[in-house]
């Protein structure tokens, strides 16, 4: 009991002090906050939010001034300028201002997570101001506190931007390393009625995983081997020899987690192929071969705990 007063006071103290705090609040009563806790490759799946549970979470809001993001309702504005309806659903994330109309930073990140090559964010937004440029709304990477601006929408904030509207971004170039980073939404909003910032549907997607394989021996992967793969993944790798020869498939390296994230090779071209394997854990040089010129192989893996994954070879005998 004395620990939930303690907790209590240290809310309400901070909270006169402003927003500033908010993000100590969330590291001093961590338990309260979960997704706080959640490793980096775990933390991609949770990014998705299209706010429509009415949090933010695991985004978070450490705006320093009066100025903050909360859930909206279309049909419940919670300032007097109405927001245009979302492109999907009913509810958004808006920034809201006091009763004074207190212009200020706005300041909306992600949890660290890690990101893998190719991977993109997409997000509707919705920027407005009186004058032109009179708002702000720019979405950084920052890697171990540097930063890199990754989009800038300022240029959208006018008087007559009634839309709300869909970008999509690069996080990390093809080639980059698997690499932990944090999202960051800055935004200013001024102290017009009319002044006003949205954000909604935010979504991270990655390049498609598998492929077509069409020449006589190759190498295949699971995704961003030898790092981990990510999660809820069902990748679909299709080889198909130029001859009318066999496919015999060699694994060098196997590890995945055992029970519940596996690679099943069908010996022909789709998954009412006959089975040759299915396998998951770790194995030592899993081999197989087929008794045609196709072959499917599926890597799928659940919501929790990937692993390092797995390299094969394959070659027409």
Partial sequence: MKLKVFILAISIAISVAGRVHQVFIKDVV???YPFLEVDPITARSLLDNDFESGTEDPWYDSSPSTVHWIVEDFSTPTESYPAPAPLSGTKYL???????????????????????????????????????????????????????????????????????????????????PPTDVTLIFYGY???????????????????????????????????????????DEDCRYEISIPSDNRI????????????????????????ASPVLLRISGYNSNPSVTTTGRDCLVIHTSDSKNSLAGWTATYASI
């Fill in 94 to 176: 808006r920034a809201i201002r006091d009763a004074n109309r207190t212009p200020g930073q706005l300041i909306l990140s992600t949890i660290k997570f890690t990101a893998f090559p190719g991977d993109e964010l997409s997000f509707d937004f919705w920027i407005r101001s009186r004058y032109t440029g009179g708002n702000a709304l720019e979405l950084v990477l920052s890697v171990d506190t540097v930063e890199k601006s990754l989009i800038n929408l300022s240029g959208y904030s006018t008087s007559v931007n009634l839309e709300w509207r869909r970008s999509t971004v690069v996080i990390l170039e093809d080639g980059s």
């Fill in 30 to 32: 961590q338990p309260l």
């Fill in 189 to 231: 909003c001024g102290a017009n009625v009319d002044d006003a910032i949205g954000l909604d549907n935010i979504v991270l997607a990655s390049l498609p995983c598998g492929g077509i394989y069409n020449t006589a021996s190759g190498t295949l992967s699971s995704p961003n081997y030898p790092s981990p793969y990510s999660f």
């Fill in 248 to 271: 015999k498939l060699n694994f060098s390296y196997f590890n995945t987690e055992s029970g519940f994230d596996f690679v099943t090779v069908y010996d022909g071209a789709t998954p």
